[in-house]
């Protein structure tokens, strides 16, 4: 064991945040944390990394194991070059080197003893650097820097001219570089493009120490993790497996908790009707009967009604009209910024009801032709041509299209003035914004929370052309979900980029793939992406993430042993199931009508009964002793019998 964490306890102005949190990290082990923004992810990261003091709780590292942290807002030295930043890290191989140069001059002038003592020592740095792989260094760093994305000529790039995000990539190369026994990472693939991650992803999946990492990349996390470690409303659960395993075995979770508490409540209901039917009899042994289960009843330990999943934010997709069946012509589009030529000559077209994905490299124009598209920029040629009655909805991963001096009442209510007050605050809480919210103004907002207010804007514009530039990022995971059940559902035609694979796995059609100033076609998902991107690797073709694609990328389920069931076992099962389903309503209905004859036998004698009181009260009855009796014989009959039925009713109404 490398990490253990015992009962973390976290809470800000008395707002918890984390309570009665334990998990524990192998040696070599790959964890990823996940849970919604806001769960304590970063603060349980900071706790453990000792930037954060927990409120209780023990974390400990083992005796003699290092650590390296990456967080989001990674610090670099910005005086040196991207190389120089990188091969600090390295710096006691470069002055071992050095010193072993020096040695080497040393023995050339050196005699006797003194050659002796400078080849021992000699020997012993030489057997060092070997140890700590010194004659590879220069090509590890090499391969890490091209590996996250720089390009050889940015190597001398000034640290200080780099973007936040270029900043973080050199932050997180100098970390896997440093290879400590722990590598804790906030976020890696938020400022990587997909070549780049999957370069990392293959990176840590081979690193000999453990790594922890929080990430809302699931195909990432599908790869690399082993373990997730969910924050859930405070509360930690571990589960064994990547994410696919993770999300399974929660939903079973849900499905059985939510299972449990409507099992419970009917139960709770059928008990107390069963009570007030006992009471209604109105008989010592049915009476005592009620109590002993009200009794029982006040001792259940009743279970809470369990968070739905996806009750928060709703999202709801429905176009206006319907469009023609050509929605978009791209021909020959071209486009430079000065020296830099984007791409050439690029052409295709869209077609009503698809859902087409563009990825590739950061840099190579993606967000740029959606730009053009949506007259934000200028084609330098080419012709954009959109088909009869589309309406476009764009989703702009800077968020350009809100108004940041306006409050999210004004940004809604001035684009959709036809809504009324209410609607408009219906709206708003649908993407979680209550209360006082509504009154924020767009330029306090977080990422995530920007997101959301597009998001709400792309739901009332009721398109049926939607253009999404990066609609996933800033989002968590349960909003990414919300999101791709949405486009699932959506009737509409959908062009995006994205680098989310996972997302583009659950929603893409069709995918085109922006390299080279040109774009290639796939007919598929991503999975089936891959699979031909490698087909020469693999001409049997891979298994994907959900199943095996086939011929035209759609996706199979495995099933059992991971093939596909044979015609006859699915006939065979779906009348098992239906013979099933048939006995078990026959064998209900059986139930009830029995029941419904033992009620109705009980109201009879019930009746009878009643009657009897009445005839015995009777003057002409009260002096007939004979009679007297025979009534008193089928009073006492009535009452065994009833007692039998009253114990046949309670056992049938279980």
């Known amino acids: 064991m490398i990490l253990s964490c015992q009962n973390i306890e976290k809470a800000f102005l008395e707002q918890p945040v984390l309570k009665n949190c334990s998990f524990h990290l192998e040696d070599h082990e790959k964890a990823a944390i996940v849970g919604i923004n806001g769960a304590g992810k970063t603060t349980l990261l900071r706790i453990l990394v000792g930037e954060l003091e927990p409120d209780g709780g023990v974390v400990a590292l083992s005796r003699g194991k290092t650590f390296g942290y990456l967080p989001q807002d990674a610090a670099v030295n910005t005086d040196r070059t991207i190389y120089e930043e990188l091969l600090s890290v390295k710096q006691h191989l470069v002055d071992m080197e050095r010193l072993i140069r020096e040695t080497e001059l040393s023995m050339k002038q050196a005699q006797g003893e003194a ?14 650097f070997e140890q700590e792989n010194g004659y590879a260094f220069q090509s590890e760093l090499t391969g890490v820097l091209k590996g996250l994305g720089f390009a050889a000529e940015d190597f001398s790039r000034q640290v200080s001219t780099l973007s936040g995000g270029q900043k973080t990539r050199v932050a997180l190369g100098k970390l896997l570089l440093k290879a400590p026994d722990l ?42 993790a082993e373990k997730i470690i969910e924050i859930d409303n405070t509360r930690v659960t571990v589960f064994s497996g990547n994410y696919t395993a993770y999300a399974s075995k929660k939903e079973q979770l849900r499905r059985a908790a939510w299972n449990a508490y409507v099992n419970q409540q009917a139960e709770i209901r059928h008990q107390e009707e069963v009570i007030a039917k006992l009471r209604s009899f109105n008989r010592e042994k049915s009476i005592r009967r009620a109590e002993s289960r009200e009794k029982m009843l006040s001792k259940l330990d009743v279970i809470d009604r369990p968070a739905e999943v996806d009750a ?24 430079a910024f000065g020296g830099n030529r984007l791409f050439d000559d690029l052409s295709f077209s869209v077609r009503r009801g698809e859902h087409v994905a563009v990825i590739g490299d950061n840099g190579t124009g993606k967000t740029t032709i959606l730009k053009i598209i949506n007259g934000l920029e200028t084609a330098d040629g080419g012709r ?8 476009i909805g764009y989703y702009d991963q800077e ?6 001096d306006k409050t999210l009442f004004e940004e809604i209510s001035d684009a959709y003035p036809g809504l009324g007050n209410t609607e408009i605050r219906n709206t708003l809480a649908a993407f979680l914004f209550t209360g006082e919210d509504v009154f924020k103004r767009i330029r306090d907002l977080s990422g995530g929370e920007r997101g959301r207010v597009s998001l709400a804007k792309l739901m009332l514009s009721e398109s049926n052309f939607l253009i999404l530039d990066e609609p996933t990022n800033h989002l968590d995971i349960a909003s990414k979900e919300i999101l791709e059940d949405a486009l699932n559902g959506y009737v509409g035609t959908v062009l995006y980029v994205s680098h989310d694979r996972y997302f583009i796995n659950r929603t893409a059609h069709r995918i085109l793939e922006l390299s080279g100033r040109t774009l290639t076609q796939y007919l598929g998902n991503y999975d089936y992406y891959l699979e031909k991107k490698n087909v020469s690797a693999d001409p049997a073709g891979q298994t994907g993430l959900y199943g095996r694609t086939d011929a035209h990328g759609w ?19 779906a009348k098992l199931s239906w013979q099933e389903k048939k006995e078990q309503e026959a064998a209900r209905r059986r139930k009830e009508n029995a029941l419904k004859k033992c009620e109705d036998r009980i109201a009879l004698l019930e009746a009878r009964d009643r009657e009897i009181d009445g005839q015995m009260s009777e003057p002409d009855t009260a002096c007939d002793v004979a009679a007297l009796q025979s009534l008193s014989r089928e009073k006492a009959d009535i009452a065994a019998r009833l007692e039998a039925l009253m114990e046949e009713w309670e056992t049938l109404s279980e």
Request: aromatic residues 6%; charged residues 25%.
């Open 384 to 391: 954009i041509a959109t088909g009869s009655r589309v309406q």
């Open 555 to 573: 996706e199979s389920a495995p099933f059992r042993d991971g093939t596909s069931p044979r015609p006859a076992e699915r006939v065979s099962a």
């Open 312 to 335: 928060d934010m709703r999202i709801t997709l429905t176009p206006r009209i319907v469009s023609g069946s050509d929605v978009l012509t791209v021909e020959h589009l071209s486009k």
């Open 399 to 404: 968020h350009h299209v809100l108004h940041p």
């Open 183 to 224: 590598i804790i990472l906030d976020e890696p693939t938020n400022h990587l493009d997909m070549s780049s991650i999957a370069w990392l992803e293959t990176w840590l999946m081979n690193y000999r120490g453990a790594v922890l990492i929080v990430s809302h990349d699931r195909y990432f996390l599908d790869r690399v």
């Open 115 to 128: 050659l002796e003592l400078l080849m021992r020592k000699y020997a012993d740095l030489n057997h060092a």
